[in-house]
Each structure stands twice: as structure tokens, then as C-alpha cells.
């Protein structure tokens, strides 16, 4: 099993990133996908959920209205289109397959190795 996140970088503030996702290994298209981030001395903060099939979606307060979550279950690929990108978005994000609410770590069955986001002032 396999989560390759990649799209990562720096940007400037009110920026624009994509994140992608890769999965292998399992069957993606049967499962509730995240996006979860964690920003340097914090803990791991939830960003964003997909059911499998594509609705409904979910987005953390902090994110709403500037990121968007969608998957290509033909692409085995799960994406992050961030918009807006403020300095406190600045984290290493991860994708993670199992469920599609904040959930703790362990109880998402796979996780990614994460891709840097920069976002500079």
C-alpha cells in the first residue's frame, strides 16, 4: 500500500498550490480520503474529507471557502486545490485513506509521507 503526495512548495501569500495524492495497493475508489496537516511544534490539524464516490465533502472552518478536495477514482488520485494561501497554512501535509471526519491518527488505515507547503508574507 501506497500514498505518494506530491504539488508541494513555496508560494507567496493569497497563492495558489495543488496537491495530488497518489494511491496504490488497495482499492481507493471504496474508500473516505483526508487531507490532514501538521505545521511545525503543532499538532496534526484535520483540512479536509471526500466520502468514496466523490460526495459529500467536508473542510475544516479554517479552510473553508479557499480549499477545495476532490478524487479521480480512475486515477486512483485524490487532489487539494488551495487558494488564497495564508503563512499559517504553512505545513507538511499528508493524505490519508479511511475516513473522511477529524479523526485520530491511528484510526486512518494508511497515510502518506507528506509534501512541504511554504506559504511566505
Known amino acids: 500500500v501506497q500514498l505518494v503526495e506530491s504539488g508541494g512548495g513555496t508560494v507567496q501569500a493569497g497563492g495558489s498550490l495543488r496537491l495530488s495524492c497518489a494511491a496504490s495497493g488497495f482499492t481507493f475508489s471504496n474508500y473516505a480520503m483526508s487531507w490532514v496537516r501538521q505545521a511545525p511544534g503543532k499538532g496534526a490539524e484535520w483540512v479536509s474529507g471526500i466520502m468514496s464516490g466523490g460526495v459529500p465533502k467536508n473542510y475544516a472552518d479554517s479552510v473553508k471557502g479557499r480549499f477545495t478536495i476532490s478524487r479521480d477514482d480512475a486515477k486512483n488520485t485524490l487532489y487539494l486545490q488551495m487558494n488564497s494561501l495564508k503563512p499559517d497554512d504553512t505545513a507538511v501535509y499528508y493524505c490519508?485513506?479511511?475516513?473522511?471526519?477529524?479523526?485520530?491518527?491511528?484510526?486512518?488505515?494508511?497515510w502518506g509521507q507528506g509534501t512541504q507547503v511554504t506559504v511566505s508574507s
Open positions: 490519508a485513506a479511511g475516513s473522511m471526519w477529524n479523526r485520530p491518527r491511528a484510526q486512518y488505515m494508511y
